[in-house]
Structure formats: structure tokens, C-alpha cells
């Protein structure tokens, strides 16, 4: 079984930056692609970034692209997003998520669904 736990969000200023982490604990073996998701009020939840564990590919929704990087630590397990050039409409809660399934479709890691566990989330606001 797999344990995901985020940290890292908080109040910030438009224009500023943070880093959110996403350590995962028990199967971590079985970890074959690794997300971050948000969800504003009011809003569906919506995929943000995705990378696959071995290999680091990593994929991104339009809205993010250039101001968000997602990356990972095989040795602490744990999957990072950094967010940069933070704009009011990136508020949302934003929630880890893990896969084991493997597709040759990159589409695949943009769907909610593909993904087994998720975190608890972490809240982002950004504020002046």
C-alpha cells in the first residue's frame, strides 16, 4: 500500500514562487508515474504536472507550462513542484497522486482516473 503525504503550501504574493513536496512511504517499488492535481472552489479538480519514476519524463497542462517544473528523488522518494511566477487563479488545493499502470499514451497521466493513491492535499494561496 502507498502513502502520500504533501507539504510545502502557504500564502503567497502574485509573482512569487514555492515548492510543494510529495514523499511517498510503504510499495514505493511499485510507483510508476507520480502528479500533482488542484482544485479551486467551486472548480474540478485538474492536472498540473505528471512524470514517470524511471526515466523522469515529464508532462504539463498549457496553463503551467514555463512557470511550473515538476521533478523527483528516487532516494527520498519523493516527487516536487516548482511553482514560479504564481498568479491568483493557481489558488486551489493540491493533491499528490500516484500510478502504477504504464500506458504509451501521454494523455494517459493527464486523467484523474489513471491515478491509485492520492494525498491529503495542500492549500495554495496566492494573494497580495
Known amino acids: 500500500q502507498l502513502h502520500l503525504v504533501e507539504s510545502g503550501g502557504g500564502l503567497v504574493q502574485p509573482g512569487g514562487s514555492l515548492r510543494l513536496s510529495c514523499a511517498a512511504s510503504?510499495?514505493?517499488?511499485?510507483?510508476?508515474?507520480m502528479a500533482w492535481f488542484r482544485q479551486a472552489p467551486g472548480k474540478e479538480r485538474e492536472v498540473v504536472s505528471a512524470?514517470?519514476?524511471?526515466?523522469?519524463?515529464?508532462y504539463y497542462a498549457d496553463s503551467v507550462k514555463g512557470g511550473f517544473t515538476i521533478s523527483r528523488n528516487d532516494a527520498k522518494n519523493t516527487a516536487y513542484l516548482k511553482m514560479n511566477s504564481l498568479k491568483t487563479e493557481d489558488t486551489a488545493v493540491y493533491y499528490c497522486?500516484?500510478?502504477?499502470?504504464?500506458?504509451?499514451?501521454?494523455?494517459?497521466?493527464?486523467?484523474?482516473?489513471?491515478?491509485?493513491?492520492w494525498g491529503r492535499g495542500t492549500q495554495v494561496t496566492v494573494s497580495s
Open positions: 510503504g510499495c514505493t517499488w511499485i510507483i510508476y508515474a
Open positions: 497522486a500516484a500510478t502504477v499502470a504504464r500506458s504509451l499514451s501521454p494523455q494517459y497521466y493527464y486523467n484523474r482516473l489513471s491515478y491509485d493513491e
Open positions: 512524470i514517470i519514476w524511471s526515466g523522469g519524463s515529464t
